[in-house]
């Protein structure tokens, strides 16, 4: 199930205008899928579903037009940095910098150390993505995810929007 609370509600009513329907639908796969590779692979990881889920549907407002075209940051600073702002006029400073943290470091895939919360984008958008760890998670449930929050060409879509960050952006 997805979070419930008055910070949800109200980023989700900021959001969901702003976000193409197939960013919307991918940031919900990439919760849904992380949930499901966690529970059938580490059921010990005690994740804070509030957080997680608002960096996921704050990780890719980055990639809209308008914000490709709003700066020269990459779109997971510029969308950690907005998500950051926003969540900092109505949370804690702690809640802000997680968030903001999971989407700068959501395509970070160096060694190193990374929270909890980034392990999770990343195997969640992996899964959407790319189809990695596929075998970990039921197919009736993967499924019933794009069931409920459908593809709508998303790959085609965010390789696009990669091609026209990469042309705005050539550094």
């Known amino acids: 199930l997805l979070p419930d609370t008055p910070l949800v509600r109200e980023a989700q009513a900021h959001l969901k205008p702003r976000l193409p329907e197939n960013v919307w639908n991918h940031s919900h796969r990439a919760f849904f899928l992380a949930l499901a590779l966690a529970k059938t692979q580490f059921p010990d990881w005690d994740y804070d579903a509030e957080s997680y ?4 549907i704050f ?32 949370s804690t400073s702690d809640l802000a910098d997680l ?12 060694p190193g150390s990374i929270h909890l919360h980034g392990q999770l984008i990343q195997l969640g958008t992996l899964l959407d993505n790319h189809g990695a760890h596929s075998e970990w998670v039921a197919r009736a449930t993967v ?10 060409a ?9 091609e026209e960050e990469v042309r705005l952006k050539p550094y």
């Open 53 to 56: 889920y608002l960096a996921c």
């Open 154 to 162: 998303w790959n085609d879509g965010f390789a696009d929007a990669m």
């Open 143 to 152: 499924d019933g995810i794009v069931k409920a929050y459908p593809r709508l």
């Open 99 to 110: 968030v903001a943290e999971t989407i700068f470091r959501h395509t970070d895939f160096v």
């Open 59 to 90: 990780h890719d407002i980055g990639c809209t037009p308008e914000n490709l075209k709003a700066t020269k940051l990459s779109f997971e600073w510029w969308g950690g940095m907005y998500a950051h702002s926003y969540l900092r006029a109505r």
